[in-house]
């Protein structure tokens, strides 16, 4: 007879258990349709928020699986319960806020303060002993959310609701982020990362360090918040307390100093070594208070950073600098273009590899190749290894001239500057027809041979009747391609024709220059001034003439 009030309450909440995971069933459908319940909102913004969505959220987002030894259990967690043999229903089991939770056949148990492990085997034993089963399932299906404060250097400090399986930083994130439209005098000063004070009530202050914990990464250094805690967020001040890490480490860059700091830490910090580092040549300096000397000390980090020696204590504004091992090797290449027969990118070795070598691995050239014109582009940098600003180093040359003295001078040299092409002098013909080892140039790191093909056509313009391409025959003067244009304009100067060579763009008279494919035929036209324009001219040396005359007439009468 005395079983019969404990089947009736398990009736009833087997019938409450199927009415709570209907509910839940149809929550899961409209969970597309609105976000989780406050989540990330400050206690203002969580109060005006419609109160039939003010339930318990079914999906809260996570950073990672919960881990049930760091889990901290409390009032509104939401467990799920499965015990076959017992009831073929799972119960939804919600944590009251004085920290229990009533298990169907077990009655209450205090759970809150537990972590998530301590709080399993607890339940599932009662369950177990409770039902005579094997294997009940017992889970955390709903991290509760509640009230956390944040005070210090972030962009809107103030209470926050948190979830938690939240960690320190995510709350500081929300509080930092920065709303639209803010001023620049509105945004908050750099927030510290590794001097975070978190304050929880009955517990002493613990220091969370983000940069430690993104190193490591462990959890003592980025702990999940819980309710009523406290987020204290100081500036971030590195003229005041800092370490710098520089040299072969991933990140190098100044950090926040903590009193426990060491060698190996702050190398972790910094993203670790790099693959060419050298950890046993590490160099630690360290300034005077005055500044006036400093103390170097030179360091085997190896087994500090394998964890087989005790780390070397680091102390505030020291300077440490991970050597990284002498290494030329890069990816040292050339582009080999136009009339090849394998065009493409060639590795080479650094002052060493030359022109000929890069054009016999591509195969040498095609039957269209046009060697007069081949040439070899390269970039022009400064020492630093940075591309050349030719605007500001033509200004920088001109500061100390002493040639460019009229306004055509400099209009000429400002031309030229403009015109500054990074070409490598090489001829071609003489290096691969007449094996002239002077040309074999050596080829560096980012060059461009470039073989143009030979298109076999002069072009002539100006002042002819046709002007265009002609068809390039070997050993013809100025005279045939004149003709093929169709002949000297009315309008032309014939004596002021010029060759204007394909490759230098240098103008050339006809009489010193052998006319090649690719070339260009000038014909300008003969200028025919006015009347007007010879009477002034014969009025200025008049002019001249007249003061010429005048003054030496004075400097007669002034010998006397």
Same mark, same amino acid.
């Given at each position: 007879?005395?079983?019969?009030?404990? *089947?009736?309450?398990?009736?009833?909440?087997?019938?409450?258990?199927? #009415?709570?995971?209907?509910?839940?069933?149809?929550?899961?459908?409209?969970? !597309?349709?609105?976000?989780?319940?406050?989540?990330?909102?400050?206690?203002? &913004?969580?109060? #005006?928020?419609?109160?039939?969505?003010?339930?318990?959220?079914?999906?809260?987002?996570?950073?990672?699986?919960?881990?049930?030894?760091?889990?901290? +259990?409390?009032?509104?967690?939401?467990?799920?319960?499965?015990?076959?043999?017992?009831?073929?229903?799972?119960?939804?089991?919600? =944590?009251?806020?004085?920290?229990?939770?009533?298990?169907?056949?077990?009655?209450?148990?205090? +759970?809150?303060?537990?972590?998530?492990?301590?709080?399993?085997?607890?339940?599932?034993? #009662?369950? !177990?002993?409770?039902?005579?089963?094997?294997?009940?399932?017992?889970?955390?299906? !709903?991290?509760?959310?509640?009230?956390?404060?944040?005070?210090?250097?972030?962009?809107? $400090?103030? $209470?926050?609701?948190?979830?938690?399986? *939240?960690?320190?930083?995510?709350?500081?994130?929300?509080?930092?982020?920065?709303?639209?439209?803010?001023?620049?005098?509105?945004?908050?000063?750099?927030?510290?990362? @590794?001097?975070?004070?978190?304050?929880?009530?009955?517990?002493?202050?613990?220091?969370?360090?983000?940069?430690?914990?993104?190193?490591?990464?462990?959890?003592?250094?980025?702990?999940?918040?819980?309710?009523?805690?406290?987020?204290?967020?100081?500036?971030?001040?590195?003229?005041?307390?800092? =370490?710098? =890490?520089?040299?072969?480490?991933?990140?190098?860059?100044?950090? #926040?100093?903590?009193?426990?700091?060491?060698?190996?830490?702050?190398?972790?910090?910094?993203?670790?070594?790099?693959?060419?580092?050298?950890?046993?040549?590490?160099?630690?300096?360290?300034?005077?208070?005055?500044?006036?000397?400093?103390?170097?000390?030179?360091?085997?980090? !190896?087994?500090?950073?394998?964890?087989?020696?005790?780390?070397?204590?680091?102390?505030?504004?020291?300077?440490?600098?991970?050597?990284?091992?002498?290494?030329?090797?890069?990816?040292?290449?050339?582009?080999?273009?136009?009339?090849?027969?394998?065009?493409? *990118?060639?590795?080479?070795?650094?002052?060493?590899?030359?022109?000929?070598?890069?054009?016999? @691995?591509?195969?040498?050239?095609?039957?269209?190749?046009?060697?007069?014109?081949?040439?070899?582009?390269?970039?022009?940098?400064?020492?630093?290894?940075?591309? +050349?600003?030719?605007?500001?180093?033509?200004?920088?040359?001109?500061?100390?001239?002493?040639?460019?003295?009229?306004?055509?001078?400099?209009?000429?040299?400002?031309?030229?500057?403009?015109?500054?092409?990074?070409?490598?002098?090489?001829?071609?013909?003489?290096?691969?027809? @007449?094996?002239?080892?002077?040309?074999?140039?050596?080829?560096?790191?980012?060059?461009?041979?470039?073989?143009?093909?030979?298109?076999?056509?002069?072009?002539?313009?100006?002042?002819?009747?046709?002007?265009?391409? +002609?068809?390039?025959?070997?050993?013809?003067?100025? @005279?045939?391609?004149?003709?093929?244009?169709?002949?000297?304009?009315?309008?032309?100067?014939?004596?002021?024709?010029?060759?204007?060579?394909?490759?230098?763009?240098?103008?050339?008279?006809?009489?010193?220059?052998?006319?090649?494919?690719?070339?260009?035929?000038?014909?300008?036209?003969?200028?025919?001034?006015?009347?007007?324009?010879?009477?002034?001219?014969?009025? &200025?040396?008049?002019?001249?003439?007249?003061?010429?005359?005048?003054?030496?007439?004075?400097?007669?009468?002034?010998?006397?």
């Amino acid at each position: 007879m005395k079983t019969y009030p404990l *089947m009736f309450f398990v009736v009833l909440l087997l019938a409450a258990g199927v #009415e709570t995971l209907a509910q839940t069933g149809s929550r899961i459908g409209r969970a !597309t349709d609105r976000t989780a319940t406050g989540l990330g909102s400050t206690l203002e &913004q969580f109060f #005006e928020l419609d109160p039939r969505s003010q339930q318990i959220p079914i999906v809260i987002p996570l950073e990672e699986a919960v881990e049930p030894t760091e889990y901290i +259990v409390g009032p509104n967690d939401v467990f799920a319960l499965l015990a076959l043999g017992a009831f073929n229903t799972a119960f939804q089991l919600v =944590v009251s806020p004085e920290g229990t939770l009533i298990v169907p056949g077990a009655g209450e148990i205090q +759970v809150a303060g537990q972590n998530l492990e301590q709080v399993k085997t607890s339940v599932i034993a #009662e369950v !177990t002993r409770a039902f005579k089963i094997t294997k009940p399932s017992f889970t955390l299906f !709903t991290p509760r959310q509640f009230i956390v404060n944040i005070v210090g250097a972030v962009q809107s $400090p103030g $209470p926050y609701i948190a979830s938690a399986a *939240m960690r320190v930083d995510k709350v500081i994130a929300l509080a930092n982020d920065r709303p639209q439209g803010i001023s620049p005098a509105q945004i908050a000063p750099p927030s510290s990362t @590794r001097n975070i004070i978190l304050r929880r009530k009955g517990q002493p202050d613990r220091r969370v360090d983000l940069d430690r914990y993104l190193a490591t990464p462990r959890s003592e250094f980025n702990p999940f918040v819980l309710e009523g805690d406290i987020i204290m967020v100081p500036k971030k001040d590195l003229d005041q307390s800092a =370490v710098s =890490v520089y040299g072969a480490v991933n990140m190098p860059n100044q950090y #926040e100093y903590r009193e426990t700091d060491s060698l190996g830490a702050m190398i972790r910090i910094a993203g670790g070594l790099t693959p060419n580092a050298d950890p046993s040549n590490v160099e630690l300096t360290r300034l005077s208070r005055d500044a006036a000397s400093m103390e170097v000390m030179i360091i085997d980090a !190896t087994r500090i950073l394998q964890g087989v020696e005790p780390d070397y204590p680091v102390q505030n504004k020291d300077r440490v600098l991970v050597r990284q091992k002498h290494d030329r090797r890069r990816d040292y290449k050339v582009h080999v273009r136009g009339e090849i027969m394998l065009p493409g *990118m060639y590795p080479i070795t650094p002052d060493s590899t030359r022109l000929s070598e890069i054009i016999r @691995r591509a195969g040498g050239l095609t039957e269209n190749a046009f060697l007069p014109n081949a040439e070899v582009e390269r970039k022009i940098l400064t020492a630093a290894g940075e591309y +050349v600003d030719l605007a500001k180093e033509a200004l920088v040359n001109l500061r100390m001239n002493d040639q460019l003295v009229t306004p055509e001078e400099r209009a000429y040299y400002d031309l030229e500057a403009s015109l500054r092409r990074g070409t490598v002098a090489v001829d071609f013909v003489g290096l691969l027809e @007449r094996n002239d080892k002077s040309q074999d140039i050596i080829l560096k790191d980012g060059d461009i041979v470039f073989i143009p093909s030979s298109d076999k056509t002069v072009y002539v313009y100006g002042q002819v009747a046709r002007p265009g391409f +002609v068809a390039y025959k070997q050993g013809a003067d100025i @005279r045939f391609y004149i003709d093929q244009a169709g002949g000297y304009g009315e309008e032309a100067n014939n004596g002021g024709t010029r060759i204007i060579k394909g490759k230098t763009r240098e103008w050339l008279d006809p009489s010193l220059t052998t006319i090649e494919p690719g070339d260009y035929v000038w014909v300008p036209k003969d200028i025919r001034y006015p009347t007007g324009y010879y009477l002034n001219l014969v009025s &200025q040396a008049a002019s001249f003439i007249s003061v010429v005359l005048s003054m030496t007439v004075i400097i007669l009468q002034l010998t006397k």
